[in-house]
């Protein structure tokens, strides 16, 4: 009865590979999240998409592209892997947007360590 | 430019002790406030979510507090348990941007509870 689920929970890949990680959330939520987590600990917001409709786009890389079949499901594709890819990258998900209060709460998923060599 | 300051950047403290964590904001117009744990290896958990008109707000043996005026919320821990170790971090959510976009996070509190 996992609330948000990512695939895998490990990826090992080398420098210039593409990869995806795969995002899940049964909560019945309309917006998902992808975060990046540094070996600082320092969390920062990548996207988020509310409907399947991209409603931000911070200032990533245009390698990395989220893509959302379904209001369920936001996964996370990388082109051309580097070094600095390295982190934790977290899917969250929240009933709405837009709110304050609890409608607005984000449940993280488990998280996903990519290390690039 | 929307900031949120936490203070210690990390903790040690014996088990059954209390502990107060402090979370400093320049974050505008406010919408609310959260406090999140997170285990090591694992993802954040909400434990308190706060909005302007309220002070206060517990959750368990853990309680925020909410002083919008001066901009500061703390976050004090009661009994502390050994589970209790992880790292805590404030995030503060801005009203114009509302969702993931308005959105601060801070760096976190790193608290380890010592039998």
């Known amino acids: 009865d996992t609330a948000v689920s990512q695939t895998p929970k490990y990826l090992v890949t080398q420098m210039g590979n593409d990869k995806s990680i795969k995002c899940e959330q049964n909560?019945?939520?309309?917006?998902m999240y992808w975060y990046k987590q540094d070996s600082k600990k320092f969390l920062k917001i990548m996207f988020s998409y509310n409907n399947k409709e991209l409603i931000i786009n911070e200032t990533v890389p245009n390698r990395f592209s989220p893509k959302s079949p379904d209001k369920a499901h936001l996964n996370l594709h990388i082109n051309s892997l580097e070094l600095g890819d390295s982190a934790v990258y977290f899917c969250?998900?929240?009933?709405?947007?837009?709110?304050?209060?609890?409608?607005?709460?984000?449940?993280f998923g488990p998280g996903t360590r990519l290390t690039v060599t | 430019k929307n900031q949120v300051e936490q203070s210690p950047q990390s903790l040690i403290i014996l088990e059954g002790k209390n502990c107060t964590l402090q979370?400093?904001?320049?974050?505008?117009?406010?919408?609310?406030l959260r406090w999140y744990k997170q285990d090591t290896g694992r993802g954040p958990v909400s434990l308190t979510i706060?909005?302007?008109?309220?002070n206060t707000k517990s959750n368990g043996r853990y309680t925020a507090t909410l002083d919008a005026d001066t901009k500061q919320s703390s976050l004090h821990i009661t009994a502390s348990q050994l589970s209790d170790s992880a790292s805590y971090i404030c995030?503060?959510?801005?009203?114009?941007?509302?969702?993931?976009?308005?959105?601060?996070f801070g760096k976190g509190t790193h608290l380890i509870i010592q039998p």
């Open positions: 909560l019945g939520h309309d917006t």
């Open positions: 995030v503060v959510s801005a009203a114009a941007g509302g969702g993931a976009d308005g959105l601060t």
């Open positions: 706060m909005t302007f008109s309220e």
């Open positions: 979370c400093n904001y320049t974050v505008s117009p406010f919408s609310n």
């Open positions: 969250a998900s929240s009933q709405d947007v837009g709110l304050a209060g609890a409608e607005d709460e984000q449940y």
